[in-house]
């Protein structure tokens, strides 16, 4: 890995920033200054200090994506760009995955990351993590839909939703709405809105859990969520 990069990882800044102190002469690798952002170093072997302080490798990565549309929400395919894809081949080396899935169509907040614990805590159907989306439907949508949705509504195949918490943002011939559900069957929302007679034209997950998309990132933009970020995550649980 390079040396910018675990620094960058272990919160010395950005890589601007970084290379700002790689020149300070305050990092060592192995009691030997490196001024040299691209050093590559074994994370295992090498002892890097900064200020003489030692700086340990990060087990887990922690990413947050702005999920763009054409892109799978998988590690590999063989048809599709896939969002792994789109990560550095750095934080490739993690082996992260996405947690959860986002229809190939629809963008906007995606964890990936490696850690199968966190993700098992925020997937798992026992924990009902709340998940929002914002989305444009064709038709008006109503109150009398608010009611339906906060009952549950059957779907296409007979399965009964659990309650969803509908808001009306406008309603017309094109309707937006944010919707918030604790679950996440296959094409969930869009299947929901079909029941009541209606198509979604757009879609765009805003948070899961405590984790809310950063508005700054561009479509395909990703970022390493915060320890704020992280540990609200986790205190879900």
């Known amino acids: 890995m390079r040396i910018d990069k675990l620094l960058a990882n272990r919160g010395y800044g950005s890589r601007k920033e970084v290379k700002s102190l790689l020149k300070t002469g305050a990092v060592k690798v192995n009691d030997k200054t490196i001024k040299d952002g691209k050093l590559h170093i074994n994370i295992e072997e090498d002892v890097v200090t900064v200020y003489g ?6 087990e887990f990565i922690y990413l947050m994506m702005n999920k763009p549309p054409g892109v799978i929400s998988a590690t590999e395919d063989n048809m599709h760009e896939t969002v792994v894809d789109l990560l550095e081949q750095e934080d490739r080396l993690y082996e992260p995955f996405p ?7 629809t963008v906007g907040l995606l964890l990936i990351t490696n850690d199968g614990k966190l993700s098992h805590q925020l997937l798992s159907p026992k924990k009902h993590v709340p998940k929002t989306y914002f ?28 309650p969803g918490e509908l808001i009306i943002l406008k309603s017309g011939s094109t309707s937006e709405i944010e919707l918030t559900i604790s679950e996440g069957k296959f094409h969930q929302v869009k299947r929901m809105f079909k029941a009541v007679g209606k198509q979604v034209t757009f879609l765009q997950r805003i948070s899961m859990g405590s984790l809310v998309l950063d508005e700054t990132l561009e479509l395909g933009e990703y970022r390493e969520l915060t320890e704020e970020e992280l540990e609200k995550l986790k205190s879900n649980d």
């Open 135 to 162: 989305a444009k439907v064709d038709g008006e949508v109503t109150n009398e839909d608010v009611k339906q949705f906060a009952q549950g509504v059957t779907l296409d195949d007979g399965y009964e939703t659990k």
């Open 53 to 58: 302080e030692e700086v340990h490798y990060q």
């Open 99 to 105: 947690v959860g899935r986002l229809d190939i169509d």
